[in-house]
């Protein structure tokens, strides 16, 4: 049976969802145990991800994840990236805007066609 997953460390997954993580690496497992036709992706995960958002009128620098020592929602697209795994149907629901447009470009760069995205509006805690 094909099971639907939802990343997310402070949000409980909406009707529908069988599996739950809170960290990129739980999604990982999942992802590996499991198969998964459906994922809906948060990119922060942890407290030291929540940035304020820039003001101004120069675009924000990218992020730089280097500096964390946990995983984003960010490491479980890498994950699929490297080892052509990839889940068919995938949703970001974050409230990161740097984040979600970095995951956005990862899919459009890295997952073959049939991969289908979208970003969807995430419900308040």
Do not use: F, Q
């Not at 304020?52 to 697209?77: I, N």
């Not at 890498?78 to 080892?83: F, G, T």
């Not at 990839?86 to 990161?96: G, K, N, P, Q, R």
């Amino acid at each position: 049976m094909a099971e639907r997953l939802w990343l997310d460390d402070r949000r409980k997954p909406p009707w529908g969802y069988s599996l739950w993580a809170k960290t990129a690496d739980e999604a990982i497992e999942m992802l590996r145990a499991h198969k998964v036709e459906h994922c809906s992706l948060d990119h922060d995960l942890a407290e030291e991800h929540y940035e304020p958002t820039p003001t101004g009128y120069m675009p924000p620098p990218p992020l730089d994840r280097s500096k964390y020592k946990e995983k984003t929602g960010y490491a479980v697209l890498e994950w699929m990236a490297a080892n052509r795994e990839w889940v068919l149907d995938i949703s970001i629901h974050t409230l990161s805007e740097r984040g979600g447009d970095d995951m956005e470009l990862l899919i459009e760069r890295e997952a073959p066609n049939e991969v289908k995205s979208r970003r969807v509006k995430p419900y308040s805690v």
